[in-house]
């Protein structure tokens, strides 16, 4: 059986397939909220173990903020920017923006 990347099926998919394309742009929101949490993390020098300790969590818990499963208050979101030495900064703009 021929592996085949997710990257690739991602790029076909997101060429040929309306539904798809629509469900990811559904999702882009929490997937940006994640990626900003890893790059908080990556940029502190940060194991998610290590980020855990620091946040008086698990690990596990880090994991699942960092795959988008589950939305975080704005209170984990604090303690994840004093862990990394960051300030949490919510805004609101222009949906035209997006």
Do not use: D
């Not at 890893?38 to 980020?51: C, D, P, S």
């Not at 208050?73 to 004093?82: D, G, I, K, P, Q």
Request: hydrophobic residues 40%; aromatic residues 6%.
């Amino acid at each position: 059986m021929k592996e085949i990347k997710a990257s690739t099926l991602h790029k076909k998919w997101m060429r040929n397939e309306l539904t798809y394309r629509k469900e990811f742009a559904a999702l882009a929101n929490e997937y940006s909220l994640a990626a900003a949490m890893i790059k908080a993390r990556v940029r502190a020098g940060l194991t998610q173990e290590q980020l855990a300790k620091r946040m008086h969590t698990t690990q596990a818990s880090i994991a699942r903020l960092e795959s988008g499963r589950v939305k975080p208050s704005t209170r984990t979101l604090e303690r994840l920017a004093c862990a990394t030495g960051l300030r949490l900064r919510i805004y609101f703009e222009s949906a035209k923006a997006i």
